[in-house]
């Protein structure tokens, strides 16, 4: 996957009476890739996008990490252990809720600007593993990693704000991998022109230490409680009623009917 934009949240509604229609359009390119996007329809009708990208298929390859980006050195390098339930309660604290299924990193351990995490997917899903090459929870975890890079959550430190993802430059998937795994997130240097966002490259290895997977230019935007409690609160034009008013005949006839003129 390249160039990979996420537009807008897609927010699902929590009562069984309302539904969002979400639909992904695959639009071949002619040369092997394509083009996709994730949109979705709402109760009013509208139709938003909140996913853009490109999608290409590649032979599957042995790739390796040597140096000091092989597990081996990334654990040798991470020595402050963070405990994982006190990284959810931080990222809560923060406004990120996240529930059982999703709570998949298990240790956690930092180091200057590059945390590492032992990953499992939650037993709750394990029946769910077989159709995905990648189950989007053990995915969502991986990304995860990169809150335990950033300061403010790493040291506990009160604040308001967190990142959300905005964009990112290339997901490499490079063998199916099984259902735990370490992340190790190295957070790029700060962008002075972009007060704000972050960036940071993720590599997934398998128990063993193969490089399984990796996230090239993981893009992310600052953004405060108000704005996340905005994202997930309902529209408040949905609890109103309006007045419409619509034509109708005298005594149920057409107002306007020919045959009723003198």
């Given at each position: 996957?390249?160039?990979?934009?996420?537009?807008?949240?897609?927010?699902?509604?929590?009562?069984?009476?309302?539904?969002?229609?979400?639909?992904?359009?695959?639009?071949?390119?002619?040369?092997?890739?394509?083009?996709?996007?994730?949109?979705?329809?709402?109760?009013?009708?509208?139709?938003?996008?909140?996913?853009?990208?490109?999608?290409?298929?590649?032979?599957?390859?042995?790739?390796?990490?040597?140096?000091?980006?092989?597990?081996?050195?990334?654990?040798?390098?991470?020595?402050?252990?963070?405990?994982?339930?006190?990284?959810?309660?931080?990222?809560?604290?923060?406004?990120?809720?996240?529930?059982?299924?999703?709570?998949?990193?298990?240790?956690?351990?930092?180091?200057d600007g590059e945390a590492l995490g032992?990953?499992?997917?939650?037993?709750?899903?394990?029946?769910?593993?077989?159709?995905?090459?990648?189950?989007?929870?053990?995915?969502?975890?991986?990304?995860?990693?990169?809150?335990?890079?950033?300061?403010?959550?790493?040291?506990?430190?009160?604040?308001?704000?967190?990142?959300?993802?905005?964009?990112?430059?290339?997901?490499?998937?490079?063998?199916?991998?099984?259902?735990?795994?370490?992340?190790?997130?190295?957070?790029?240097?700060?962008?002075?022109?972009?007060?704000?966002?972050?960036?940071?490259?993720?590599?997934?290895?398998?128990?063993?230490g193969v490089l399984v997977a990796e996230?090239?230019?993981?893009?992310?935007?600052?953004?405060?409680?108000?704005?996340?409690?905005?994202?997930?609160?309902?529209?408040?034009?949905?609890?109103?009623?309006?007045?419409?008013?619509?034509?109708?005949?005298?005594?149920?006839?057409?107002?306007?009917?020919?045959?009723?003129?003198?």
């Amino acid at each position: 996957l390249d160039d990979i934009t996420i537009r807008e949240a897609l927010i699902l509604p929590d009562d069984s009476d309302s539904e969002a229609t979400v639909q992904s359009i695959l639009t071949p390119d002619g040369e092997g890739g394509a083009s996709f996007q994730v949109a979705s329809k709402g109760a009013d009708d509208e139709w938003r996008q909140h996913v853009a990208g490109t999608i290409r298929l590649a032979p599957a390859d042995a790739a390796t990490s040597t140096g000091d980006s092989s597990l081996s050195a990334v654990r040798a390098r991470c020595q402050n252990r963070l405990d994982a339930d006190a990284f959810y309660a931080g990222v809560f604290d923060a406004g990120l809720q996240y529930g059982p299924a999703f709570r998949g990193i298990k240790e956690l351990w930092r180091h200057d600007g590059e945390a590492l995490g032992a990953i499992g997917l939650p037993e709750s899903l394990l029946a769910d593993r077989a159709p995905y090459s990648v189950h989007p929870a053990l995915l969502d975890a991986v990304l995860q990693v990169v809150l335990a890079a950033t300061t403010e959550i790493a040291e506990s430190t009160p604040s308001n704000t967190v990142y959300l993802p905005a964009a990112i430059d290339r997901v490499s998937l490079h063998t199916s991998h099984p259902d735990r795994l370490w992340g190790h997130c190295r957070v790029r240097p700060i962008d002075t022109t972009t007060p704000g966002s972050l960036a940071a490259d993720i590599r997934v290895f398998d128990e063993a230490g193969v490089l399984v997977a990796e996230v090239e230019g993981f893009h992310l935007r600052r953004a405060s409680q108000a704005a996340l409690q905005r994202l997930a609160e309902p529209k408040l034009d949905d609890w109103l009623y309006e007045v419409v008013w619509e034509p109708k005949g005298l005594n149920g006839q057409d107002a306007f009917d020919s045959g009723n003129q003198s």
